[in-house]
Each structure stands twice: as C-alpha cells, then as structure tokens.
C-alpha cells in the first residue's frame, strides 16, 4: 500500500512538468516514456498506443479507431461490433452499448450497430455438454451472429479473455481457438478488453497471452498504474497502425487529460516493479496456485455447485 517508488515518480513529475496536452501533433516526456515501455511489456506487434483515463474510455475509443481503420480501406459498411451477454465494457453510451448488461441497457437508449452473443458460461448454459462442446457451441454463437448480419458489414468482436462480469467466466479451453478461426476466417477483428485480466493477473501479462489469442487491438487500464493515476489506453497492432499512421492523417480524437504526465509517471513506476519482481511469473508459479488450492477446499461443500480460478481470478 502507497509503494514509495510510484508515489515518488508521481510527486517527482508533477515538480516537473505537471501538465501538457497530447492534442495538434503534442507530447510529453513521460508520455512517449511510457509507450515505449508498453511496447516492450506486451505482447509483440503492438507499439503504438492511444492514451485515455479509464477503460470506458479505452473501449469508447477502440470503437472509433476501428471505424476510421475500415474507413481507411474502403469498407465503410463494416460497423458492426459483437459483444457478448452479461459482460462490461465500461459506462460510457459507447462502452456500455458493448457491455451485455441488460440493467445498464434499460437506462439509455444504446447503440444501434452493437449485437451480444452468449457468453461461455458452462456452469451456467451447458446443456449435458463436456466443457469442450459447450465451447465450441459458445463460440459457434458469434459465427452464427456474423453470418446473419452479414461479414461485409462486422468490424469486430470484443471480449475479455476472461469475463469479469456475469460471474468470473472462464471459457472452456476449446472457446478462444475456435472464436479465433471464426474471426478470421470472415475478416472480422478481435479486441481483446485487457482492463481486468491484463497486466498479471491471469499468471501472463494479458489474458489474451494465455489463451494465445491474436487481437488486433489491446484495451487496457487498472493495472496500468495499480489504480494510483487515472491511466487507460488502446494498443493499437501493426495492422491498425499502418493503415491509420500512412492514409488517416490526423486522427481526430481525444482527451484533455491524454497521456498525462503524472498518470504516465505512476505507469512507468508500475511497470518498472511489475518488470523487477516478475508479477505474472509470481502469479503463475507461486500466488496463483496456492489460491486454487484454498478455493479447492470449498468444492465439495453441499451447497457449492462449482469453484473455478485462473491466476488471481476466482469464482464460487
């Protein structure tokens, strides 16, 4: 609790240089520090970077960026974006017409050309199905949603790799593969939503590392600086990149507080200790196990119908 090394990065910044926009071709020091340590800590092909403060932001943003990204290709029909049932993207109009929550949706009018699938609970939606069925029939779920809007029409999927909302849902292990194939093999991109499960906390950096996924975009926050800034953001993949960088010229979005100096200070301190003490290594080989072992416990009791946990995610 208040680890010296981020409150000091903090307070040093804001001695410095406690403000500048990231607006008209603008930057910081410790902006473009922090995007080149991001670079180095994901997954590779991923080193550009859109700097928001949270991961509602983050999500709003990617819907943006995947529009301009088809724009830019001439394939201006594919706005499409599919989430899944129960899940949480954030509370912006945008992000929460990703989420799945039908709470949320009663509360606002949400976006027309957002679509939701079933999520890949097993406990929940198995039909005397192995794990491994269940998953592929979860998965055939988003096949079946793009054929029927049409593939020239879907931009993307979205999902946590593990979804926090709805119950700490781990999918089966035959889920992301084949939703992987389905994407691909119908031009549709993947975003992997890291807010939750990046920077950790599956026992890899990013979920998606886990379940070796290949997302063309990366949205992130949390973790980002441990909470101690307001720090959020998009990684975008060399795909997006290239395009947007060499034909979209300017891109006209974002924030006053963008890539702000003392949020990227406290990412850069974060960053640096997550490095030093290899926290997903930590996770994976040490913390993580001994948490399953403690949830393990609990399985037999008679009223517990499953207990599941992947890393520092866990769920009874």
């Known amino acids: 609790y208040s680890q010296p090394t981020i409150v000091a990065a903090v307070a040093d910044q804001l001695e410095r240089l406690p403000y500048y926009n990231s607006f008209f071709n603008c930057s910081n020091d410790a902006a473009t520090e922090m995007a080149a340590a991001l670079a180095d800590f994901m997954p590779s092909g991923f080193d550009r970077f859109f700097f928001t403060n949270s991961g509602s932001e983050a999500n709003d943003t990617v819907i943006r960026l995947v529009h301009r990204y088809y724009d830019l290709i001439d394939k201006p029909q594919k706005k499409v974006f599919i989430s899944r049932e129960n899940a949480y993207h954030g509370s912006t109009i945008a992000a929460a017409s990703l989420g799945g929550m039908n709470d949320m949706h009663k509360q606002f009018e949400r976006l027309p050309y957002v679509h939701h699938v079933m999520e890949p609970y097993w406990f929940g939606f198995s039909q005397d199905e192995s794990t491994e069925e269940f998953g592929l029939r979860a998965a055939q779920s988003i096949a079946d949603k793009i054929d029927e809007l049409g593939s020239e029409n879907v931009a993307a999927f979205i999902g946590e ?26 031009d549709v991109l993947l975003i992997s939503d890291e807010v939750i499960c990046g920077f950790g906390r599956t026992g890899k950096k990013f979920g998606c590392e886990h379940f070796e996924t290949q997302p063309a975009l990366i949205t992130f926050a949390k973790g980002v600086t441990n909470g101690y800034q307001a720090l959020g953001g998009v ?18 979005h974002g924030f006053t507080y963008s890539g702000h100096p003392a949020a990227c200070a406290a990412g850069l301190a974060t960053l640096a200790i997550y490095n030093e003490q290899d ?35 866990a769920a009874l």
């Open 161 to 186: 790799p593990v979804q926090g909302a709805g119950g700490v849902i781990i999918p089966p292990d035959s889920y992301w593969p084949a939703v992987q194939k389905i994407l691909d093999e119908r």
């Open 279 to 313: 926290t997903a290594g930590y996770v994976a080989s040490e913390i993580g196990p001994y948490w399953a072992a403690q949830w393990a416990e609990l399985a037999n009791h008679p009223i517990v119908g499953e207990v599941r946990t992947l890393g520092m995610f």
């Open 235 to 252: 990684a975008v993949g060399d795909k997006i990149a290239k395009v947007i960088t060499s034909k979209g010229g300017e891109f006209g």
